[in-house]
């Protein structure tokens, strides 16, 4: 059983939280983001503790926002399905295909609920891959770690670019508008910080970015 706990990923709906890292630093990490979110201050949660290393920092975030994605997805899968979303964008201008380079290699066209199923398996398969995100204090992370962070937040990006240009009345509707919009702002900040997502990629809501960066 993996560590990080996720669950069985053929739920559709709802994928089981995963914790922090095992071993005293994960922890003691996730007590800095729980401390620093609880102030409200966004801007100095995202912001590197002195003297920590900038991949164990990354490595416990990725799992906080893999977590937050999940859950803000799920209150949408009784309405974005494949009838109302049979392909996966941002808008009109912005489609997404979906490959993961081992099973699909070639892009392919799919719907929104498929996409997002096949992406939360393909993270919660590379965070549970120790080679990639290992979970033994002091077991050193792949010089490539990066590279795989980069590609989750592109890709995690493009579910709150989904949400925002085809659910938003319904999250209004939700009463869930200062959730999701939370949320958004604490991935913005963090991605901003370790220029994790290419300023391209943020095109279909950059009106909504860049108000978050000038606020």
């Given at each position: 059983?993996?560590?990080?706990?996720?669950?069985?990923?053929?739920?559709?709906?709802?994928?089981?939280?995963?914790?922090?890292?095992?071993?005293?630093?994960?922890?003691?990490?996730?007590?800095?983001?729980?401390?620093?979110?609880?102030?409200?201050?966004?801007?100095?949660?995202?912001?590197?503790?002195?003297?920590?290393?900038?991949?164990?920092?990354?490595?416990?975030?990725?799992v906080d926002f893999f977590n937050q994605v999940n859950i803000l997805y799920a209150t949408l899968t009784e309405f974005c399905t494949e009838s109302s979303c049979p392909v996966?964008?941002?808008?009109?201008?912005?489609?997404?295909?979906?490959?993961?380079?081992?099973?699909?290699?070639?892009?392919?066209?799919?719907?929104?609920?498929?996409?997002?199923?096949?992406?939360?398996?393909?993270?919660?398969?590379?965070?549970?891959?120790?080679?990639?995100?290992?979970?033994?204090?002091?077991?050193?992370?792949?010089?490539?770690?990066?590279?795989?962070?980069?590609?989750?937040?592109?890709?995690?990006?493009?579910?709150?670019?989904?949400?925002?240009?085809?659910?938003?009345?319904?999250?209004?509707?939700?009463?869930?508008?200062?959730?999701?919009?939370?949320?958004?702002?604490?991935?913005?900040?963090?991605?901003?910080?370790?220029?994790?997502?290419?300023?391209?990629?943020?095109?279909?809501?950059?009106?909504?970015?860049?108000?978050?960066?000038?606020?």
């Amino acid at each position: 059983m993996s560590l990080f706990g996720l669950g069985s990923r053929s739920q559709k709906t709802f994928r089981s939280k995963k914790g922090a890292p095992s071993g005293s630093k994960g922890l003691q990490l996730q007590k800095h983001i729980t401390a620093t979110l609880g102030s409200g201050n966004l801007r100095e949660a995202v912001r590197l503790p002195v003297g920590e290393d900038v991949d164990e920092w990354l490595a416990v975030n990725t799992v906080d926002f893999f977590n937050q994605v999940n859950i803000l997805y799920a209150t949408l899968t009784e309405f974005c399905t494949e009838s109302s979303c049979p392909v996966m964008s941002a808008g009109p201008k912005y489609e997404y295909r979906w490959a993961d380079g081992v099973n699909i290699k070639k892009p392919i066209v799919v719907s929104a609920p498929k996409y997002v199923e096949y992406l939360m398996d393909w993270i919660g398969t590379q965070l549970d891959d120790e080679s990639i995100f290992p979970q033994k204090l002091g077991a050193p992370f792949p010089p490539y770690f990066q590279d795989v962070v980069k590609t989750i937040y592109k890709r995690m990006f493009r579910v709150y670019a989904h949400i925002y240009h085809s659910h938003f009345q319904k999250i209004v509707a939700l009463k869930e508008e200062a959730h999701l919009n939370t949320c958004f702002k604490h991935f913005v900040l963090f991605t901003s910080e370790f220029g994790l997502v290419e300023k391209r990629e943020l095109a279909p809501v950059s009106e909504i970015v860049e108000s978050i960066l000038q606020s």
